[in-house]
């Protein structure tokens, strides 16, 4: 290995440069399985991959605008408007998708799974002041800062 190939993969490790992570999902359901499959387009050096793995979050968010908000410091009480934000996780689940591998660099690799959710996770919805909405994130699992594809929503 060459110096410069040495640097490549310093900079691959610090930075998770090492691939492209990428997803598509067909549309989310909720009594039955759907195939996420998941993609890596490997960079100019070869990966020591544990593991391809896939996470998936629901969370019910809530925003309320324009609340009257009292603050009292030490009798003085101030009065502010403001947006209230809360949020909850209703689905946490993490899969392996495929088992330890070496990714040949230049190279681009395809693996599907899967995914049932649970029987008791809720249905994506989208109110006035509240939503429900699910997402997935893919990853490589790899010595370093794992490539991956950030979290992306998933549609029903």
């Known amino acids: 290995m060459g110096f ?23 549309p989310l359901r909720y009594n039955e ?18 593991r391809v793995y896939l996470k ?10 324009d609340v009257d908000v009292i603050y009292d ?17 209703t689905v946490e689940m993490e899969l392996t ?5 070496k990714l040949e660099a230049n190279q681009s690799y395809e693996w599907q799974i899967q995914v049932e959710l649970p ?8 109110g006035r002041h509240c939503q429900h909405t699910y997402y997935a994130f893919a990853g490589l699992d790899c010595f370093g800062n794992d490539p991956d594809s950030g979290w992306l929503e998933l549609y029903d």
Do not use: W
Not at 56 to 65: L, P, R, Y
Not at 73 to 84: F, H, L, Q, Y
């Open 33 to 50: 399985p759907f195939t996420i499959t998941v993609r890596a387009e490997i960079d100019d050096a070869d990966i020591d991959c544990d």
């Open 119 to 126: 029987s008791n996770a809720p249905n994506i919805y989208r």
């Open 97 to 101: 998708v495929a088992s330890g591998q």
């Open 4 to 26: 410069f190939s040495k640097l490549k993969a310093v900079k691959n490790v610090m930075t998770g440069g090492a691939a492209k992570v990428y997803f598509d999902s067909e």
């Open 73 to 89: 410091r030490d009798g003085d009480v101030d009065r502010r408007v403001e947006t209230i934000h809360a949020q909850h996780k």
């Open 56 to 65: 998936i979050k629901g969370a019910e968010e809530i925003e309320v605008q």
